[in-house]
């Protein structure tokens, strides 16, 4: 990734900043292998920002049907994500939360 690339979509959010309240949500989205992680990584060391990943949030196998996952995002446990991260994030509390590990198909 070079500069003038990370640095187009830096400087829009670092004008946003002090008229967001905190905290924010910035959202990357992309298909595999488009660099997203890289962009969250530069964000990260740039703004001193927590990055969320949602592959800490895909869904478990007990949870997974051909209904659910036939939706655009399906295999990511939107419910647990948003119990976790996005409701203590908009009540101000810190985050804790365990990740999912498709290897080993359970929590780690």
Same mark, same amino acid.
């Given at each position: 990734?070079?500069?003038?690339?990370?640095?187009?979509?830096?400087?829009?959010?670092?004008?946003?900043?002090?008229?967001?309240?905190?905290?924010?949500?910035?959202?990357?989205?992309?298909?595999?292998?488009?660099?997203?992680?890289?962009?969250?990584?530069?964000?990260?060391?740039?703004?001193?920002?927590?990055?969320?990943?949602?592959?800490?949030?895909? @869904?478990?196998?007990?949870?997974?049907?051909?209904?659910? @996952?036939?939706?655009?995002?399906?295999?990511?446990?939107?419910?647990?994500?948003?119990?976790?991260?996005?409701?203590? @994030?908009?009540?101000?509390?810190?985050?804790?939360?365990?990740?999912?590990?498709?290897?080993?198909?359970?929590?780690?």
């Amino acid at each position: 990734m070079n500069e003038s690339f990370l640095q187009k979509i830096l400087t829009p959010i670092q004008e946003k900043i002090p008229t967001v309240p905190a905290p924010f949500v910035i959202s990357i989205e992309g298909g595999s292998g488009t660099g997203k992680t890289t962009v969250a990584r530069a964000l990260q060391e740039r703004l001193c920002c927590q990055v969320i990943h949602t592959d800490d949030f895909f @869904l478990p196998p007990e949870l997974r049907s051909k209904q659910r @996952l036939s939706q655009p995002g399906g295999n990511v446990h939107y419910e647990r994500l948003n119990e976790q991260v996005a409701e203590p @994030l908009r009540c101000g509390k810190e985050i804790a939360y365990r990740v999912f590990s498709c290897h080993s198909m359970a929590y780690t």
